[in-house]
């Protein structure tokens, strides 16, 4: 029975330790950043703002929309995985609906054309953290000189509308959409974590708590639940106007595994709030608003 015995304890040791680091390799994974200089590739954002105020059971709509290509090319990469790159603009378009306001959204279209071929830097850590942002806004100066032929106070309106939506603050916010998705640490399937984002520029705030979870893993990439709580975005459209929203968002994210790079993510947010100060009306307005968002590369 010796005989028969020695080898069946070893063996079954054996099986339950394969079985177990096996299960630990097929369980974690390591979501970061890992970029090479030289790198480069392309990534598209698109935004699209629905909106309507109800007047005295009348409901008025706005619709605005941007979209922009960013070419990025890695100028480094430390010991520690920050990724420092070059980003430059391509393809950049923007459309605005509001009622009583057709001369902004041609001079808002204008401005944001003007943005094609303008770069700025940008540094982003292994876990995707906006490190800085820098050369935004000397890229928005130039490109609202192609407003010149424009009158001052329209110029001026641009110039404060651009400050809200592309400074280096809210463009670092808009960058954390595009990198941020990444975990801490190691992450396993149905595990989740979170960030917090809080930002605010020349009449503009937003203060947004994200939560992510990791539904699968197939063919080299993750996807990822987005989870979005909008507890405060105010801005400032016009001279005296005021809009306050809050409210919810979800959508997925697809991450690669290799690179840490986002290959595709969509969201949906549905705000409510009220806008004062809206020309030719006193007191508040209700108001709501659906936003969506689509990174991909391309």
């Given at each position: 029975m010796r005989?028969?015995?020695?080898p069946i304890i070893p063996t079954a040791a054996l099986i339950l330790a394969v079985a177990?680091?096996?299960?630990?390799?097929a369980e974690k994974v390591v979501l970061r950043?890992?970029?090479?200089?030289?790198?480069?590739?392309?990534?598209a954002l698109s935004v699209r703002n629905s909106g309507s105020a109800s007047v005295k059971n009348q409901t008025y709509g706005t619709t605005e929309s941007l979209n922009a290509g960013l070419a990025f090319r890695v100028e480094s990469v430390d010991s520690e995985g920050n990724a420092r790159m070059n980003v430059t603009f391509e393809n950049v378009s923007y459309s605005l609906n509001q009622p009583g306001a057709p001369q902004l959204g041609q001079v808002m279209s204008a401005f944001f054309a003007g943005l094609n071929g303008r770069s700025f830097g940008l540094e982003v850590g292994p876990t995707g953290e906006i490190r800085s942002v820098t050369g935004i806004e000397a890229a928005v100066?130039?490109?609202?000189t192609s407003l010149a032929n424009y009158p001052e106070q329209v110029r001026t309106l641009a110039s404060t509308f651009a400050?809200?939506?592309i400074s280096e603050p809210m463009w670092k916010s808009a960058m954390s959409t595009v990198f941020s998705v990444l975990p801490p640490g190691p992450v396993e399937v149905g595990e989740r974590w979170s960030r917090s984002s809080s930002t605010s520029a020349q009449g503009a705030a937003e203060t947004t708590q994200f939560y992510y979870k990791i539904l699968e893993r197939a063919d080299g990439a993750a996807k990822v639940k987005v989870f979005a709580d909008v507890k405060s975005l105010q801005r400032e459209p016009l001279p005296g106007m005021r809009l306050?929203?809050?409210?919810?968002?979800?959508?997925?994210?697809?991450?690669?595994?290799?690179?840490?790079l986002v290959i595709r993510l969509s969201s949906k947010s549905e705000l409510r709030g009220r806008v004062?100060?809206?020309p030719g009306q006193s007191g508040e307005l209700p108001v709501a608003v659906t936003s969506t968002t689509t990174i991909s590369r391309y």
């Open positions: 005989g028969h015995r020695s177990a680091g096996a299960g630990d390799s950043l890992n970029l090479k200089q030289g790198q480069t590739f392309r990534i100066d130039a490109a609202l400050a809200q939506t306050v929203l809050a409210g919810r968002g979800e959508g997925t994210a697809q991450i690669d595994e290799a690179s840490g004062s100060g809206a």
